[in-house]
């Protein structure tokens, strides 16, 4: 009985102690900040976690967004054991002792087990191998967390007998609720550019935004006049977190970047790299990075910029744009920096062309402008039955027969009909572009006898 005391009155003033994320973990669903998608009313996770009827789970997310809160969330509402294990320190005979516990707690008493891996791609082959007779039979319920792509570190068997949960950055108003709940817990309050300052700067990383935000609260406590006496004794429990505060927990200046800087900046960006000046791009990318900007937003728009400013000039950049999104995606900050860096110097550098842009907008009018044209019965589908005694397809000459690869023939409705949409600039890879074009317009090749 004393024992219990001992370690009860250790566990409670541990939990004092903690961390400011780790006392405010939630206690039930409805206290978790995000990821509607999974956990709100009616939604999938949700409802499976509710009904105690969870199967094996990858729960797939950037850090800070909720899989370890998750799980203990399971942890509570189950029914069945739970046992937890991290994948950077566990072996394959610590999974082997879980499995026989497992077994002995389903024999004995008919009580499933629930096993938590974090880091579950910290797991190599065997290990992960060594889970998959017991996750495959039912005997263990995984719940496997992962900050990377589980399509290349779960081995496919594993995955495939595991239902994916992707989680995603939170918002910026789930962080800006994780301030409000941790200035509450902490008797403090904020000012509001200090505020917005913790939002932006938490990437999505709700952990992080509690980290900061519990060093900001003690550096404004021990700068506070009002919370000491002369003797230095509290005198006054109300302190209040500045921008120099969260400044200096973050180890950084802040840039001040409302929403006119952010279209104006980002303007300016995409500006610089039409007019081809790389070291400007450079520098709005810096400042935009620096300021705590979305870098996928950043990539997104690099992406639109590929097509709509370079196009055909240089068809390679859309490639080059399309990777640094992906690396936002895998990579993530601050890593991914250098590949936005490498596709805005790639832009910046290649020939410019918008004739992908104007032919589009030529093309939309006359749909828009015209009546629907019938489509020219050579070009219809032949395939299905019935479709040659309508005449579809007859007619239709198959460019490869030809020796040069293409033939003459009307591809729009008649209506339509030499209306010309795409016209070649002279800059770039497009130069070679007019070139093919222009000699299929002086020498039309005509359909092999």
């Excluded at 999974?38 to 009827?53: F, N, T």
């Excluded at 596709?343 to 402008?369: C, E, F, M, Y």
């Amino acid at each position: 009985m004393t024992e219990d005391l001992f370690a009860a009155a250790a566990e409670d003033r541990l939990a004092r102690q903690a961390p400011l994320a780790a006392r405010l973990r939630p206690k039930n669903l409805d206290e978790v900040v995000g990821q509607e998608h999974l956990l709100g009313p009616g939604k999938p996770l949700r409802a499976l976690i509710e009904a105690d009827r969870l199967s094996s789970v990858i729960l797939w997310g950037p850090p800070g967004t909720g899989k370890t809160t998750i799980s203990q969330l399971i942890a509570r509402t189950t029914s069945k054991a739970f046992e937890q294990l991290s994948a950077v320190s566990a072996s394959v005979k610590d999974v082997r002792e879980v499995a026989a516990g497992a077994q002995e707690r389903l024999a004995m008493r008919g009580q499933g087990t629930i096993l938590f891996l974090d880091e579950v791609h910290r797991f190599n082959k065997s290990q992960q191998d060594a889970l998959l007779p017991s996750v495959e039979s039912g005997l263990l319920v995984l719940i496997g967390a992962t900050t990377e792509n589980p399509f290349f570190e779960v081995n496919p068997p594993l995955l495939s007998r595991s239902t994916l949960f992707r989680l995603d950055l939170l918002s910026a108003d789930a962080c800006g609720q994780l301030v409000d709940r941790g200035l509450a817990a902490e008797g403090a309050s904020i000012d509001d550019d200090a505020r917005q300052l913790l939002v932006d700067r938490a990437n999505g990383d709700g952990r992080h935004v509690l980290t900061s935000l519990e060093v900001a609260i003690a550096l404004a406590h021990e700068h506070s006049d009002a919370a000491r006496d002369g003797s230095g004794s509290i005198v006054d429990e109300s302190i209040r977190v500045t921008a120099a505060d969260v400044e200096a927990a973050l180890g950084t200046k802040a840039l001040r970047y409302g929403r006119d800087d952010h279209y104006d900046v980002i303007s300016a960006f995409i500006k610089s790299i039409r007019g081809s000046d790389p070291d400007a791009g450079l520098y709005w990318l810096a400042r935009m990075l620096e300021a705590g900007e979305d870098a996928r937003f950043i990539a997104r728009r690099l992406v639109i910029l590929a097509s709509e400013d370079i196009g055909m000039a240089d068809s390679n950049s859309l490639v080059i744009a399309d990777a640094a999104a992906r690396a936002v995606e895998f990579v993530g900050l601050p890593e991914a920096q250098l590949n936005l860096a490498h596709a805005v110097v790639h832009l910046a550098t290649a020939p410019k062309s918008n004739r992908v842009t104007v032919a589009l907008g030529r093309a939309q009018s006359d749909v828009r402008d015209q009546a629907g044209g019938e489509v020219p019965i050579h070009l219809r589908d032949g395939h299905y039955k019935g479709a040659k005694s309508l005449g579809h397809g007859q007619g239709y000459e198959y460019p490869h027969e030809q020796p040069e690869g293409w033939v003459d023939q009307q591809y729009r409705p008649a209506e339509l009909e030499g209306r010309v949409y795409y016209e070649p600039s002279p800059h770039g890879g497009e130069a070679e572009v007019r070139d093919r074009m222009d000699e299929h317009k002086q020498h039309p090749q005509e359909p092999q006898p």
